[in-house]
């Protein structure tokens, strides 16, 4: 059953298509990831899937409904959470406060916000820190809330963009474990990356765009030695000689 | 019961009944050494979380279960202090003229508290707060002075039809963002001015133009919201005070609170963890709005005159957010601590000054606002929060201490 269906996605800004008749679907369960040169569409793609951007063209389906006209947090209170690849913490706020404004989500209730919330530091192994000013983490832990943020709305879809961008090698393969802790736990993860070493290792499917068009798509094994991909990412040159 | 956290402290397993009575002279060794324990610099929040090396976690949670608790009764018992304070006032302080500046005190914190909602949780900067104590004043006073409705009647009125305004201007201006929504309030209050000081009847309603509308005072009592003696105004707007202070802090523990600080801080993060953000600030406006112009009634009975430039003057505007910003946006207590340090200044520099050089206060102010913004950009509640909990810490910590070795002579006692 697929839980993500993209269909001739198109996006423009003026004169400038960022995303070009994209096509690609998720099945439930999935981990996909979504790699790219660097301004080749994958945030204005994530972007128009969760609702920010109106797409010019094509259509999204999110559990077999379109999504058009809905804005993000009706597509969040329909199982859909996303982060941001510039963190955004309620920097005044504590750790605790920050995901329980996630958890509101599905409930009205403060107390089971706040359970909730725990709940999901738990699972994180983030609950020691839950009473620090959000403002004061480090990039890695930021990184983190965002996760636990998104995760306290109870998503059934998890996009994630660049999360492991300028982490240390040791954080990163943590963040793997998080994310693969999370598909156990029957969420299916859209993940956008940069850092090869992560997302060979964690996607069951990697889709390739450059310039906003698909260049290729499959395995990880496949997707690394395609002509295509190896040229978009080292230049022409390489694939001749 | 009390025993127990003692006997942790000494870090053995054995019962703690038994280890207690052995060692009681370490009794006010353990709290002693919790009093140097240090404050973490990030106040209340942090201190559960901060390990003591002498404690294993469950004992630690324990301990900061029970100091909770303790400080929770001091909280109480500081508020039943300050509101028996409040309300005993008037007892002693018989001067007319220091009940009505202590009156424009509770009024500003009240104005303060209501655009609060706003312009603190969900983080915009409203400056044409005027309007709806415009929109209070003159609702209630025309229907009182042309239909004989009680001005109580007349303030939901006027609150009413302040939503409807709040709603209408939060609309369109709820988008922009900074500057561009403080300029765009301001328009509104403003031009709500002009059109007030232009018009002398609008329909049946005389408005009366420039010249405003004086309230006779014939029919004193409490139906029409008048009264001879300044007690009655200083009950009144301090009951409306700790209501709004309530209704405040249960929003800022509410879904609506977190929801509006979220918004407020950042605007895209919220909308993607499923929070319709203008709709929030929308709810927000309304119930600032209707709550200041329950104000602009209070004003309109206390002066028994009101006219365009006293009561929808953007120096009313301006004073709130003053006392907001100096005070201490999107807290609790921030806006009666603005109130309290703005509005004297503000009274004795119009007393003193008021002929040589007037506005002197406004000058007072722009010192204070820039002297606070370099060294306490969160408003004066900070630090002073932070002393708070500082000595409610230490206090805490000493009754348990009394109450512990007070456990531990009754047990030595018994046996």
Redesign the interface.
């Known amino acids: 059953m697929k839980i993500l269906e993209v269909n001739n996605l198109t996006m423009r800004f003026g004169g400038l298509t960022a995303v070009d008749s994209l096509n690609l679907s998720i099945e439930k369960g999935e981990i996909l990831g979504l790699i790219g040169p660097n301004g080749a569409g994958k945030s204005t793609a994530f972007n128009c899937i ?1 609702g ?1 951007y109106t797409p010019t063209e094509g259509e999204v389906r999110f559990d077999g409904q379109i999504t058009k006209r809905e ?3 009706d597509l ?2 329909r199982g859909l ?2 982060t ?1 690849q510039i963190v ?7 750790v605790l ?1 920050n995901v ?3 958890a ?2 599905t409930t ?1 209730k ?1 107390a089971e ?1 706040e359970e909730k919330a725990i709940n999901v530091l738990k699972t994180l192994n983030f609950e ?6 959000s403002g004061d983490l480090t990039i890695a832990d930021r990184k983190r809330l965002e996760i636990a ?2 995760l ?2 109870e998503p059934s879809l998890l996009l994630l963009d660049e999360v492991m961008a300028g982490l240390r090698p040791g954080e990163v393969d943590e963040m793997v474990e998080i994310i693969r802790f999370l598909r156990d736990q029957g969420v299916t993860i859209f993940v956008i990356e940069h850092i090869m070493r992560a997302i060979m290792a964690l996607s069951d499917r990697i889709v390739v765009i450059h310039f906003g068009k698909k260049i290729a798509q499959g395995t990880p094994r496949e997707v690394a030695a395609d002509e295509n991909v190896i040229k978009a990412y080292l230049g022409g040159e390489y694939g001749v000689s | 019961m009390t025993g127990k956290p003692y006997g942790d402290s000494t870090n053995s397993t054995s019962s703690a009944p038994e280890d207690s009575s052995l060692k009681s002279p370490a009794g006010s060794k353990y709290p002693a050494s919790d009093v140097s324990r240090p404050d973490s610099p ?1 106040g209340s ?2 201190q ?2 901060e390990k003591s090396h002498t404690h294993s976690p469950a004992e630690e949670e324990v301990d900061a279960l029970e100091k909770a608790a303790l400080k929770d009764s001091i909280g109480k018992v500081c508020m039943i202090f300050i509101a028996l304070l409040a309300f005993g006032l008037p007892l002693v302080i018989k001067s007319p003229t220091w009940l009505h500046i202590i009156i424009l005190i509770y009024f500003y914190a009240y104005l303060t508290s209501s655009w609060n909602m706003v312009g603190g949780f969900a983080g915009v900067l409203p400056l044409g707060h005027a309007i709806f104590i415009g929109i209070g004043a003159y609702s209630s006073t025309i229907l009182f002075l042309q239909y004989g409705v009680s001005p109580w009647l007349g303030m939901l009125v006027g609150g009413m039809l302040s939503v409807f305004v709040g709603i209408l201007i939060g609309l369109p201006t709820f988008k922009m963002r900074g500057a561009y929504f403080a300029l765009a309030t301001i328009a509104f209050a403003e031009g709500f001015r002009v059109m007030v000081e232009n018009i002398d009847y609008l329909g049946p309603l005389q408005i009366n133009g420039p010249r405003g509308l004086q309230i006779p005072p014939l029919d004193i009592g409490l139906v029409n919201f008048m009264f001879t003696r300044k007690e009655p105004y200083y009950y009144i707007i301090l009951i409306m005070l700790i209501a709004v202070l309530a209704l405040t802090w249960a929003i800022s ?3 609506l609170g ?2 509006l ?2 918004g407020g ?2 605007p ?9 953000v203008s709709r929030a600030k929308l709810v927000a406006m309304a119930m600032s709005s209707f709550l200041t112009a329950l104000a602009g009634t209070f004003y309109a009975q206390f002066s028994l005159f009101i006219h365009p430039r006293s009561i929808i003057s953007l120096d009313v505007s301006f004073e709130i957010a003053f006392i907001a910003l100096i005070g201490g946006r999107g807290s609790i207590a921030g806006p009666v601590l603005g109130a309290l340090l703005l509005r004297p200044v503000s009274d004795f520099s119009r007393i003193y000054f008021g002929d040589v050089l007037p506005g002197f206060h406004l000058i007072i102010y722009g010192v204070v606002l820039i002297l606070v913004m370099i060294y306490q950009p ?1 408003g004066i509640q900070e630090p002073l929060t932070r002393f708070y909990h500082i000595m409610a810490d230490k206090q805490a910590d000493r009754m348990r201490a009394n109450r512990l070795e007070s456990g531990v002579m009754k047990k030595e006692g018994s046996q």
């Open positions: 969760a920010v804005k993000p947090w969040c209170k959470a996303r941001f955004k913490p309620f920097a005044s706020k504590s406060y329980m404004v996630g509101f989500a009205d403060r916000a020691d820190k839950k009473d620090f000013r943020r998104a306290a709305t | 990030g929040t942090l559960a979380s523990r509410s879904k977190y929801y600080n979220a801080e950042e895209e993060a919220a909308m993607a963890l499923g929070i319709n969160r």
